[in-house]
């Protein structure tokens, strides 16, 4: 008796299973057929999708969170490379602090724990390319914490992290192509920040409009075409002092433009339309 049950049980399971089967998958499976495994099997042994990575540590020494993209997980090299960095970053960030704590103890000033927060964002997912942004905070037990940006592109075909600016001829060619557009731009930016005339900002001789070579250089792409707009990255003390905080200027890919970008990479690059 127990095994007649046993029988209609797995056979009541075999139908259930058969009625989730398109009559091809049903074909194979009762003529045994090698040749092809039935939908449902394929869809469990199916890869999971690639994931946002993120790291947070916290001690009383410091607290540490890094984050990259999903599209940068999903490239086995690219995410390699990220975690070498995570790696080195933490490293760095652990050893300052264990010093900082040790200066602090030997000079009977308190101690205030470090921090390094560092966030990728994708700027660019083109069928050769990807384009990579960061935002980078810290705090290295000094009078306030500190602003940057990093940036690389991902070259899909040579496998290979390049910075952006290793994709033009040079720097002064690119200076040369943005300067007098970026210039505007920052100008009556600053403008705005210091409740003052453009004029006014240009005659500072302080804080002059800085250089391509003093920036952090990221790619974006809008239409998803091409790299069709650059982005230049000012952290704090570079096109201003610490108060107004960072400038986050776009300028268009133009003619100029790709005439400085290198012949085996024009192709990258598309004007805006």
């Known amino acids: 008796m127990f095994r007649i049950g046993a029988l209609l049980i797995a056979a009541l399971g075999l139908a259930v ?5 398109s ?34 540590v916290e001690s009383e020494l410091y607290s540490f969170d890094y984050v990259y993209p999903a599209q940068a997980a999903a490239i086995p090299e690219l995410g390699e490379l990220l975690e070498r960095k995570i790696v080195q970053d933490k490293a760095r960030v652990e050893a300052e602090a264990t010093e900082s704590r040790k200066d602090a103890k030997a000079n009977g000033f308190p101690f205030q724990p470090h921090y390094f927060d560092l966030g990728w964002r994708t700027s660019a997912d083109l069928p050769g390319w990807l384009g990579l942004q960061a935002a980078v905070q810290t705090y290295g037990g000094g009078a306030h ?16 992290a390049h910075a952006p600016l290793e994709l033009f001829v040079s720097a002064e060619a690119l200076d040369r192509a943005v300067h007098q557009r970026y210039c505007a731009a920052l100008d009556k930016e600053r403008a705005e920040r210091r409740d003052q005339s453009v004029e006014q900002v240009r005659k500072d001789g302080m804080w002059e409009c800085p250089g391509v070579s003093e920036l952090v250089i990221a790619l974006e792409s809008s239409g998803g075409k091409g790299f069709d707009k650059i982005v230049l990255l000012a952290a704090p003390y570079i096109a201003g002092p610490y108060v107004e905080g960072s400038y986050v200027t776009e300028v268009a890919v133009d003619g100029p433009v790709l005439a400085a970008v290198r012949p085996e990479y024009r192709e990258a690059f598309r004007k805006p339309r």
Request: glycine residues 4%.
């Open 145 to 160: 914490p500190n602003h940057d940006f990093d940036s690389l592109v991902w070259d899909r075909r040579t496998g290979k």
């Open 17 to 21: 299973a058969m009625l989730t089967l």
């Open 23 to 56: 009559q091809d998958d049903v074909s194979h499976f009762l003529a045994g057929s090698p040749e092809s495994e039935p939908v449902a099997v394929q869809k469990l042994a199916s890869p999971p999708e690639p994931k946002e990575r993120e790291v947070s």
